[in-house]
């Protein structure tokens, strides 16, 4: 994925339409397959939990890849991938020093 994002960085196209169309795209794909397979298990849902899922997921995974686009920008894949292979060991640092 580092590849052709930083090859679609590189041809011109715009960090956050890139964002928005591997959203939309994993949307697409995810959204009929647990339909299909959760339809019976599925439990209502609040307006409450629908607002704390969508700011999770706004802040979490959106602006992320939002913040990892602009950086492919400026950086090259190789980078890229070094760090995402880091991130679980910063993820097990930060856990034993905020414990």
Excluded: H
């Excluded at 959203?23 to 339809?39: R, S, Y």
């Excluded at 704390?52 to 991938?81: R, V």
């Amino acid at each position: 994925m580092f590849l052709l994002s930083k090859a679609a960085f590189n041809g011109g196209m715009n960090s956050f339409v890139f964002v928005f169309y591997r959203q939309a795209a994993g949307t697409i794909f995810l959204a009929p397959i647990a339909a299909f397979f959760e339809w019976k298990k599925a439990v209502p849902l609040s307006f409450v939990t629908f607002c704390k899922i969508f700011l999770l997921s706004l802040f979490g995974i959106t602006l992320s890849l939002d913040i990892y686009g602009m950086a492919l920008i400026y950086t090259s894949a190789t980078l890229a991938a070094a760090t995402t292979n880091c991130l679980p060991v910063i993820t097990f640092f930060l856990a034993v020093l905020l414990r």
